[in-house]
C-alpha cells in the first residue's frame, strides 16, 4: 500500500532564510515522487519530481527536494524563502507497478508554510 | 488558455439534488483523473480515466457517484441525492500519458457545497 506523511502542519520562517517541508512514504516498488504547491482557491500547481537519478532534485521557484531511500523521505527545500511562498505544499506520491492504481497519487495532508518579512 | 478547466467553479446544492460537475483537460492529454479534496485535507483519489475507458473507479465512495468521458476528452462527474458529507473540493487533472515521466495538471476544481 501507498501512502505519504507529513509530519508537520505549519512551517513559519523568516523571509531569506532556508526552508525544509518533510515528507516522508511507503510504497512497494520504485517511488514515483512529486511536490505540489496550492494557493487559496486554487488547484494544485507542480512544482517537482522524482522519477529516478540524482538524489537532488531541482523544480520550479527554486525549490528543491533530496530523495532519500533509506530514510524513505522526499523533503523539500529552498535556500532562500520569499514571502510569496507562502502557501499550502503537498507531498504525492504515485506507484509504478502494475495494476489499477497506476497513475494514480496519494497525498499527504499538506503543510502550510508561512514566510514572515 | 492551455490549462485544465473545470465548471463550475462554485456549486451549492440542496441535499438530495443530483450536481454534475465538469472537466475540460489539456488537449491531447489520455488520461484524466478526479479527486475529492476535504476541508483541511489532501486530494483523494475518486477514478481515474485513459481515454474513453473508466481504468479504475475504487475511489468512488458510493454508487451515488458516477463519472464518465464518452469522447475521450470532456469528463463528467455525477453526483446523486447529495448528502452533507459531499461537501468538497472536486479536482480534476490531466496528463499526457500512464507510463511517462510526466505529472498530472491540475484545475481550479469545483467547490460543492451541499445545504
Known amino acids: 500500500a501507498q501512502s505519504v506523511a507529513q509530519p508537520e502542519d505549519q512551517v513559519n520562517v523568516a523571509e531569506g532564510n532556508p526552508l525544509t517541508v518533510k515528507c516522508t512514504y511507503s510504497?512497494?516498488?520504485?517511488?514515483?515522487l512529486f511536490w505540489y504547491v496550492q494557493y487559496p482557491n486554487r488547484g494544485l500547481q507542480f512544482l517537482l519530481k522524482y522519477i529516478t537519478g540524482d538524489n537532488l532534485v531541482k523544480g520550479s521557484y527554486g525549490f528543491e527536494a533530496e530523495f532519500n531511500k533509506s530514510q524513505t523521505s522526499f523533503h523539500l527545500k529552498k535556500p532562500s524563502a520569499l514571502v510569496s511562498d507562502s502557501a499550502l505544499y503537498f507531498c504525492a506520491v504515485r506507484g509504478s507497478g502494475r495494476g489499477s492504481t497506476l497513475g494514480r497519487l496519494y497525498f499527504g495532508r499538506g503543510t502550510q508554510l508561512t514566510v514572515w518579512p | 488558455g492551455a490549462g485544465v478547466s473545470q465548471s463550475p467553479r462554485y456549486k451549492v446544492a440542496k441535499r438530495g439534488q443530483d450536481v454534475a460537475l465538469r472537466c475540460d483537460p489539456i488537449?491531447?492529454?489520455?488520461?484524466l483523473f478526479w479527486y475529492q479534496q476535504a476541508l483541511g485535507q489532501g486530494p483523494e483519489f475518486l477514478t481515474y480515466?485513459?481515454?474513453?475507458?473508466?481504468?479504475?473507479k475504487s475511489g468512488l465512495p458510493s454508487d451515488r457517484f458516477f463519472a464518465e468521458r464518452p469522447e475521450g476528452s470532456v469528463s463528467t462527474l455525477k453526483i446523486q441525492r447529495t448528502q452533507q458529507e459531499d461537501s468538497a473540493v472536486y479536482l480534476c487533472?490531466?496528463?499526457?500519458?500512464?507510463?511517462?515521466?510526466?505529472?498530472?495538471?491540475f484545475g481550479d476544481g469545483t467547490r460543492l457545497s451541499i445545504l
Open positions: 480515466f485513459q481515454n474513453e475507458a473508466q481504468l479504475d
Open positions: 487533472a490531466s496528463s499526457s500519458g500512464l507510463n511517462t515521466n510526466q505529472p498530472q495538471h
Open positions: 510504497v512497494s516498488g520504485n517511488p514515483y
Open positions: 488537449s491531447g492529454h489520455v488520461s
